[in-house]
């Protein structure tokens, strides 16, 4: 088992505890970069699959998961953009100005509407991010001019300093492009939450009223919260549109929102770990229940059948353990350093409650 004795502030919130929790991620890195010579181009358009979902994870995780903010309407933002980024590449746009304008767009957008909308709580919050995905469905059909509509939109190829990325004919260089975006957002995010603004993130998740007399502008700090997750949120609705091809308002529909919230949940609530966890779940789940269904059901289609698996695994793990994939996996590290003076009480979940929180 390590122990970290640690002496000073600067040693707290460094980006590696050690040598070795570097070298691992390292490891990571470099199987990551050579994983177009390990598989196949088809499992390579999973893996890039995989890495846009984590994008979007990653911008719900930090306002749900760091921050408490439990919002359903992250597709409507997703949507945002992606349409202001084809739009912008359609307009001559270079890609990167396009691709990085559309999360600016997108955080600013996210930051206005979260003005109103944060004064609610819970599920009200929830309720109210709710109407605004639905209501974002309606929006993109009656801006057809600009939207496509139902009918949609065809996403243009990407130029990227004269070289042209197609999905179909540059799986590698798409792959890569996407990896580029997951390693900038992770590291911004990793460093947010060694900053005082990461802190404050926290303080307001745990307890409001005890940030409020610690110093914290609660009312600033979940605003701020909201726009840069919904920045981090374009960015993903911006890969997933270019990558799908087409897309019209259905491919951002509300189920969307329903599908990212469970995918942290079942990856692990406030883990960075989860959003990747939880992206794979729910990139690779569709391919294997239609595996499944091949390989038992002669190919016959059931109705809904993705959607119950999605229900049924979210229910199971809020049931059983809340923590998710990657608390499990942190269970399951501490059992082993501990061993064999592990406990089973040591994980027994605590019904308490900062006695603070009576006051809201």
Not at 9 to 26: C, S, T
Not at 133 to 162: H, Q, Y
Not at 167 to 193: D, G, I, K, S
Not at 309 to 319: A, H, Q, R, S, T
Request: charged fraction near 10%.
């Amino acid at each position: 088992m390590k122990f970290h004795f640690k002496t000073n502030y600067d040693q707290d919130i460094r980006l590696f505890p050690d040598w070795g929790n570097f070298g691992l991620y390292a490891a990571l890195l470099v199987l990551a970069l050579c994983l177009p010579l390990l598989i196949d181009p088809f499992f390579l358009g999973e893996a890039t699959n995989v890495l846009i979902w984590a994008i979007a994870g990653l911008g719900l995780m930090l306002l749900t998961g760091q921050t408490g903010q439990v919002s359903l309407g992250h597709s409507a933002f997703m949507a945002l953009g992606c349409y202001s980024c084809v739009l912008m590449i359609e307009a001559n746009v270079p890609f990167v100005a396009a691709f990085l304008l559309s999360g600016i767009i997108t955080g600013i957008v996210g930051g206005l509407i979260a003005i109103p909308a944060l004064k609610l709580h819970g599920v009200y919050l929830a309720i109210a991010t709710l109407a605004l995905a639905i209501l974002a469905d309606d929006i993109i059909v009656l801006l057809k001019v600009w939207t496509g509509g139902v009918n949609g939109k065809m996403s243009p190829p990407i130029n990227l300093f004269g070289y042209e990325i197609n999905r179909w004919n540059n799986p590698v260089e798409w792959y890569y492009l996407t990896l580029a975006v997951v390693l900038m957002v992770t590291l911004f995010y990793r460093n947010l939450l060694r900053a005082p603004l990461g802190r404050a993130f926290a303080a307001v998740r745990d307890s409001e009223i005890s940030a409020q007399a610690m110093g914290v502008n609660v009312a600033r700090t979940k605003t701020i919260a909201f726009g840069i997750s919904c920045a981090i949120t374009g960015l993903g609705g911006a890969l997933m549109g270019l990558f799908a091809g087409a897309f019209n308002n259905e491919t951002f529909n509300f189920l969307l929102s329903i599908q990212l919230l469970m995918m942290i949940v079942v990856g692990g609530l406030g883990f960075i770990h989860g959003a990747f966890l939880g992206a794979a779940v729910v990139a690779f789940l569709p391919q294997v229940l239609s595996m499944t269904t091949d390989m038992f059901g002669r190919g016959v289609a059931i109705p809904g059948l993705e959607s119950g698996v999605f229900g049924v695994i979210l229910i199971l793990f809020i049931l059983f353990e809340p923590m998710g994939l990657y608390g499990r996996w942190l269970k399951i590290r501490t059992f082993l350093e501990l061993f064999p003076f592990a406990r089973k009480d040591m994980f027994k979940r605590q019904k308490s409650y900062l006695k603070t929180e009576r006051l809201r």
